[in-house]
């Protein structure tokens, strides 16, 4: 008998990716380890680690991770995107070893998107970190990424929950983590509350994220909704595009399972938030065990204490 081979799936969702960290926990604890992985902008820079044996390091980052660290990391622009990625990217060459593709230990592929074409680009060979780059630069965030000589942005354009690319790379059993099944209108919410992070750099933090770091003039009369800001519209409007696409392509080629973590209530650069990220992927990857179980896959009953 062929044993299944399993594909993970991770989608895209900005500081919503953590939690993908938290599903590959869950999977693991049930005795589930995936055959292969493949990923969408940060599902791809959670799947690239999780490929190269490298997860429990870059879990560590991503929960010591502060307001300030999350600054750290961001060289603001405003030609192309508002950040140019390099220094996360530099980041990762310093700290995690960047092996080829082909040698990770685990299957790994990435989904970009041409933008001068609009073509998918799955990313299957080459450099992991220049590959991750490239599947990460969400437009009007990350400044575009030039890959083998052509202008490459954010697979999410295109494929935000890249099962096609788990079934063309071999998986007979795709889980798929989406990331964005609660998120239309949440960010336009004028009743919406989100955390405000302390001290003068969380100040900042939220400034930039409710608009190129510009204050909004306070409105004179209270029962008017504040206007959205740049930020907030550009986010909003390829969330709504995400969800049509992952609709879509869900229903053209179903996966086995679908893992849907619920945060919308985190914003698009909330990247300091990861506990909070993890352990709602922890919960709603305990909750795909289930659907796993009914297919009879080995390891996917109770998981380890």
Not at 29 to 56: F, H, N
Not at 163 to 183: E, F, N, P, T
Not at 190 to 218: F, I, T, V, Y
Request: charged share 20%; glycine share 12%.
């Amino acid at each position: 008998m062929h044993k299944p081979r399993i594909g993970l799936a991770l989608g895209s969702g900005s500081a919503r990716g953590w939690a993908h960290i938290g599903v590959i926990r869950a999977l693991e604890g049930a005795g589930i380890r995936p055959d292969l992985v493949c990923g969408t902008s940060i599902g791809a820079l959670v799947g690239a680690a999780y490929a190269a044996g490298e997860l429990d390091r870059f879990e560590d980052w991503v929960l010591g991770m502060g307001v300030r660290d999350v600054l750290a990391l961001m060289d603001v622009r405003l030609g192309g995107g508002m950040l140019k990625g390099e220094r996360l990217m530099d980041y990762f060459r310093r700290n995690f070893v960047d092996r080829p593709i082909e040698e990770l230990s685990t299957p790994f592929g990435a989904v970009a998107t041409a933008l001068h074409t609009g073509a998918e680009v799955w990313l299957r060979e080459g450099s992991t970190v220049e590959a991750v780059r490239a599947s990460i630069a969400l437009p009007a965030l990350f400044a575009p990424a030039v890959y083998e000589g052509r202008v490459i942005v954010d697979g999410g354009l295109v494929n935000p929950v890249p099962v096609s690319l788990a079934r063309a790379m071999g998986a007979d059993i795709v889980i798929a983590v989406d990331l964005s099944a609660d998120m239309l209108g949440r960010h336009l919410r004028s009743d919406a509350k989100p955390e405000e992070p302390a001290g003068l750099a969380g100040q900042w933090l939220r400034r930039l994220q409710n608009g190129l770091g510009k204050l909004r003039a306070p409105s004179s009369d209270a029962a008017v909704p504040r206007p959205p800001s740049l930020l907030e519209v550009v986010t909003a409007s390829i969330n709504v595009m995400q969800v049509r696409i992952t609709r879509s392509r869900m229903a053209g080629d179903p996966p086995e399972v679908v893992v849907a973590p619920r945060l919308a209530h985190l914003g698009v650069l909330d990247f300091h938030r990861g506990q909070e990220a993890i352990e709602e992927g922890r919960r709603a990857g305990l909750a795909g065990l289930e659907a796993l179980q009914a297919l009879g896959i080995p390891g996917s009953g109770a998981p380890a204490k």
